[in-house]
């Protein structure tokens, strides 16, 4: 679990949002003086300037609009690499994930400060479980009884109606190979989703996230371009089919127990409390 130390220090955030605004200053008097010789060899006409015939950079009337886009881009940049850094949203649903994207990509950030992003990092800290939390229970919806598709498969019923069991069915997640093998599916959407259900029993167990190559996924792509139909992990053995079918079956009760119960209405506080 994260309890701040595993985020930036507070040093090196200082040392991130120095350069931020060091290039924030170059960048205005590198395009000041661009103005400036630009005012010279207006000398030379009305349609002079110092630009190349086919070059990308504004022209003079433009510069100020030019400025603002480009300290936009480099403020989305710089959040983009302080979150990843941080980790945090590797824990996170892919809801969450989704939702801070769209917020960075529509500007919708403070400014680049010490105070602004210490500020934001000590808020993921204080909503840790919450986040996490979130992640759980996205996977839980995704393979839960009653869950989308769920309701084709003997198998899944047998968990119960709001109770995962230790065997479930996946359909479109496998796919043939052009050499008789296996990979993923090209769905982003349903492989996200294993990649979330890995990721929950490796927090759930205290295990930090799943790394390459032993992450699920990794593991039924190499298993499954040898032409293998099946895979153990710590945490799940599966079995694929050509109908594009993956049959899961969770390794560990104790983790399963506990995924039911934060996935259902519960929260990592309650979990530890049961523990």
Not at 118 to 132: A, K
Request: hydrophobic share 35%; net charge neutral.
């Amino acid at each position: 679990m994260v309890d701040g130390k595993e985020l930036m220090c507070k040093e090196t955030v200082g040392g991130l949002v120095e350069h931020f605004e060091k290039a924030s200053q170059e960048l205005r008097q590198g395009l000041a003086h661009l103005k400036t010789a630009n005012q010279h060899m207006a000398a030379f006409g009305p349609y002079a300037d110092v630009y190349p015939e086919d070059g990308p950079m504004p022209r003079h009337r433009e510069m100020d609009d030019y400025l603002r886009d480009c300290l936009a881009a480099m403020k989305k940049t710089a959040w983009r690499s302080i979150l990843r850094q941080t980790g945090i949203l590797d824990r996170a649903s892919a809801k969450r994930r989704d939702e801070t994207e769209s917020q960075i990509r529509q500007g919708e950030i403070p400014d680049v400060t010490l105070e602004n992003v210490m500020g934001v990092l000590e808020g993921l800290v204080r909503n840790h479980d919450e986040i996490v939390t979130e992640c759980i229970r996205e996977a839980y919806e995704w393979v839960r009884p009653e869950g989308w598709s769920l309701h084709r498969y003997k198998t899944n019923w047998k968990n119960g109606r709001f109770t995962l069991g230790r065997k479930i069915i996946k359909s479109g997640l496998i796919t043939g190979d052009m050499r008789g093998g296996f990979r993923l599916s090209y769905s982003p959407y349903m492989v996200d989703r294993l990649r979330s259900l890995d990721k929950a029993f490796h927090l759930l167990d205290g295990k930090g996230l799943p790394q390459y190559p032993t992450d699920l996924c990794t593991v039924i792509e190499q298993d499954g371009r040898k032409g293998h139909q099946e895979c153990e992990t710590p945490y799940f053995r599966c079995r694929w089919y050509r109908n594009g079918n993956l049959h899961i079956e969770i390794r560990r009760q104790d983790l399963l127990d506990a995924f039911n119960r934060v996935g259902a209405d519960g929260s990592l506080m309650e979990q530890a409390e049961t523990a």
